[in-house]
């Protein structure tokens, strides 16, 4: 009976309802589509790092795994490495921001990095063939609409794109690793090093071994499990303050909207208001049928919330997807549906106490 | 139920509203004795307190002094949580307004005092011969809205009856209807207490509105004269 109250209340008032619906939508998908893009990012970080085909990750010392720019290790190192027992391929790179946004350019030794990685997929062109060669990945290439033949700008230079491969490895830039290190002044010096292994199972026996080397403290070395296990959102800094900060904006503001919807349906349903009490509607009673008309919009709100981020998803891949990320994240949902049916149910706490406070007989004689 | 005694029972009642730096003495010492299947009609002029008289009856608002107790229960000592329980299950209203609810049918304005009172929302078959006796049976999916006031005014007096009060309460049940409607009401109000026992209270300016029930009770300045 009270479900049918609520539903002619929220009839009642459809464009209300909807603008409430819909701005809960929004705090819901605000939330989803940061949590989804951090997702999205750092999977795809992973993905990417595992696409290089290594089992050992080197960085020199002092980095963090997450900063990549710069070159601190001379290139001498990967002749080490490779010499080491059980190694099959070791290759380096250096790592260089493009000058643009998030996107990072690395200069690699391409026949070592293609062993390593089983090769690049060509989808036009082929690998550097001359010294102004780029090679850039498919999302890349339809992100900035570049073909084989394109010119672009990268480290202060124009390069031709000469080849566009699958993404999936290492980044989305490639330039050969001596030209980078000219460039930018690093002659000689690498960002990192991969290390690929005769068999995987010797991982483990083989960082060990680089552990315990003296000439190597300080060092990190990774093996490729613990490398991506390291993108997490406890390692990205800030991430997790901004996502927090974010909910509560998003919160606040779907607080504030139901609390605005709900004190002018109170005002206006005085007198309804006053009827019930007439008919000997205890405050619960009341209470009960305002904080389910809360929670209709909020669930509501949330469902609208989560449909939103697939469009979210659309717009980012679409317009941002060389850069950005963005996942579906259904173990999200419960959460943002219990922060908009919460956010909405403590939106009406304090219009309900009104609407229970208010004098019967005043409400009754309300228009 | 009542031992006998009256169903209502009213003693040195009086009722003053502060206004402002003013106290306004609606009830001046009301003694009411009402026995169980009375239909009393309650005139007098405006102002002498006629629906204050009622509110407190139906526990809307708390007497200055004095008691008032219904069916058994004494009003004065509850609290306002108290009296909203006594008006479900002891007191139905009938307001001039109608105060339907206008999102609801009829039949779910009727349902809703049910819920109120913690009933099962389906109307029993008794109560099906009630709806059939107050003539809105073929009304009962309309919203107030669709309806014409004697039809919304007799939607009202089915919810008010509906959990079988004790005592019913209508404040010019007929105030805002034609002739033909208000005659209409009348009539049933009159049924209702001749053929089910209902005891009726109700308030009229109107003297052959009065005479259809079988007691009058005439105020003037918050008390009783006759
Ligand atoms: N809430 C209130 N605040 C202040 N004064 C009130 C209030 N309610 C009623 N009064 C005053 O109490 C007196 C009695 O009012 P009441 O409404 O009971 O009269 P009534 O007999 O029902 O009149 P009417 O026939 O016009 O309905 C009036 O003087 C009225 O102004
Ligand atoms: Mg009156």
New interface residues.
């Given amino acids: 009976m009270v479900n049918q109250l609520v539903a002619e209340n929220l009839k009642h008032r459809p464009v209300r309802t909807l603008l409430s619906i819909v701005a809960i939508g929004i705090e819901v998908v605000l939330i989803l589509t940061l949590v989804g893009l951090s997702r999205g990012m750092i999977d795809e970080a992973q993905r990417r790092a595992r696409g290089v085909g290594a089992d050992i990750w080197v960085r020199p010392p002092g980095t963090s795994v997450l900063s990549l720019s710069g070159a601190s290790m001379p290139e001498k190192m990967i002749a080490y490495f490779a010499s080491q027992p059980h190694v099959v391929v070791a290759t380096g790179s250096i790592v260089q921001s493009a000058g643009t946004g998030l996107d990072n350019v690395q200069g690699i030794q391409i026949e070592h990095f293609e062993k390593m990685s089983g090769g690049f997929r060509y989808l036009e062109g082929g690998p550097f063939a001359g010294s102004e060669d780029l090679i850039v990945d498919e999302r890349y290439a339809s992100q900035n609409k570049l073909k084989v033949g394109s010119r672009w700008k990268v480290i202060n230079r124009e390069w031709r794109v000469g080849g566009i491969v699958e993404p999936g490895k290492l980044t989305r830039l490639f330039l050969p690793m001596n030209l980078v290190q000219d460039l930018t002044g690093n002659t000689g010096k690498i960002s990192q090093i991969f290390i690929k292994l005769d068999d995987s199972k010797n991982t483990a026996e083989v960082v060990a071994a680089f552990k315990a080397n003296p000439q190597l403290a300080g060092y990190g070395i990774f093996s490729i499990d613990e490398y991506t296990s390291l993108w997490s959102i406890d390692n990205l800094p800030a991430i997790k303050p901004f996502i927090f900060i974010v909910i509560f904006i998003a919160v606040t503001v779907g607080f504030i909207v139901v609390f605005l919807s709900m004190y002018t349906a109170v005002l206006e349903r005085t007198r309804e208001i006053g009827v019930l009490k007439s008919l000997g509607a205890q405050p619960g009673y009341i209470l009960g049928i305002l904080l389910r008309e809360a929670g209709v919009l909020g669930l509501l709100g949330a469902v609208l919330g989560v449909i939103f981020s697939f469009g979210t998803r659309m717009l980012v891949a679409r317009f941002a997807g060389a850069m950005l990320v963005q996942h579906i994240v259904p173990d999200w949902w419960p959460y943002t549906t219990a922060l908009a049916v919460g956010g909405a149910m403590l939106g009406t706490l304090y219009p309900a106490w009104k609407a229970v406070r208010q004098d019967t007989l005043e409400a009754l004689s309300y228009d | 139920m009542t031992n006998g005694g009256p169903i209502i029972r009213v003693q040195a009642l009086r009722k003053v509203f502060r206004v402002g730096d003013v106290d306004v003495e609606a009830l001046r010492g009301v003694d009411l004795s009402v026995n169980k299947g009375d239909f009393v009609a309650i005139v007098g002029p405006s102002g002498s307190g006629k629906s204050t008289l009622f509110?407190i009856l139906?526990g809307?608002?708390a007497p200055t002094s004095g008691s008032v107790s219904i069916d058994g229960t004494d009003l004065a000592t509850l609290s306002e949580?108290g009296r909203?329980?006594v008006?479900?299950?002891k007191?139905g209203?009938v307001?001039q307004k109608y105060?339907?609810?206008?999102?609801?049918s009829a039949r779910?304005n009727i349902?809703?005092?049910?819920?109120?009172?913690g009933k099962a929302?389906e109307p029993d078959a008794s109560f099906q011969d009630v709806l059939r006796f107050l003539g809105i049976e073929h009304r009962l999916d309309h919203k107030p809205r669709a309806m014409s006031g004697g039809e919304q005014q007799r939607v009202a007096i089915a919810?008010a009856i509906v959990n079988q009060p004790a005592i019913l309460l209508a404040d010019e049940p007929t105030g805002n209807l034609d002739t033909a409607s208000s005659d209409a009401v009348l009539a049933l109000l009159r049924d209702l207490n001749q053929r089910m026992g209902q005891t009726i209270l109700m308030i009229t300016h109107n003297p052959e509105a009065a005479a259809y029930a079988n007691r009058t009770v005439k105020m003037r300045d918050g008390r009783i004269v006759s």
């Avoid at chain 2, 105060?99 to 609801?104: C, V």
């Avoid at chain 2, 349902?111 to 009172?117: C, R, S, W, Y």
């Fill in positions: 509110h139906g809307l608002t949580n909203t329980r008006r479900g299950s007191v209203f307001f105060n339907l609810l206008p999102t609801l779910d349902a809703i005092a049910l819920d109120i009172a929302t919810r």
